[in-house]
């Protein structure tokens, strides 16, 4: 459970910090609005979360514990859309930018904004779908509470991770401006990262 977890939160902090339209949006609103304003968004956008994780735990471990193919197969189609995923970040653009012109809301309006974004996305639940299960450390278990545990890790992770963009956003977007080849690697991170998560849910 211990090296399972440790490997998740490896790959949730290396899905953190390859930009996103989440973290792009946080740093976005610290840079405008202040570092407050980013872990507001921040806040909100990780409490999203809570609602994917309660529909995947309750909509997939049904199957999980019905059938071993179908939990298999599960993996081959979550792999493949991580795989697709590194496909699309490949054919992008490297180039990272954000508007400086963002509108200037309250704590509580950029939280709830935060909320919503999560919510509607829909590939918000695919990813879920396609990353969580592949880090469940004992199929005959409950997988409702490791669905919830893994949930749970998720949003802290993240919530870290986004918060220090928040706190550092001055000095990332002028390291980001100011080379080039920043924006190059960090296309290439999430890449590796996608492919690597894949690999790992096809041969866990």
């Known amino acids: 459970m211990i090296e399972t977890l440790l490997s998740f939160s490896v790959a949730t902090l290396a899905l953190a910090i390859a930009p996103g339209p989440d973290n792009i949006y946080v740093l976005t609103q610290s840079l405008v609005n202040g570092t407050k304003s980013g872990i507001a ?35 081959v189609l979550g792999a493949c859309y991580l795989l697709y995923l590194a496909f699309k970040v490949y054919k992008s653009d490297d180039h990272i930018s954000w508007s400086e012109d963002a509108p200037k809301k309250s704590y509580m309006q950029l939280f709830k904004t935060g909320v919503i974004m999560n919510l509607v996305n829909p590939k918000v639940m695919i990813f879920f779908l396609a990353f969580f299960p592949g880090f469940l450390w004992d199929k005959d278990g409950n997988t409702v509470v490791q669905f919830y545990i893994l949930g749970i890790t998720f949003m802290v992770v993240s919530f870290i991770i986004f918060s220090a963009i928040a706190l550092l956003a001055g000095r990332i977007s002028k390291f980001i401006i100011e080379r080039k080849g920043v924006g190059t690697f960090l296309k290439w991170l999430q890449i590796v990262v996608f492919v690597g998560i894949a690999l790992y849910i096809i041969a866990a």
């Open 41 to 75: 968004t921040t806040a909100g956008l990780i409490s999203g979360c809570i609602v994917h994780t309660t529909l995947l735990a309750f909509g997939i471990s049904a199957i999980i514990t019905a059938s071993d193919e179908l939990f298999y197969g599960i993996k």
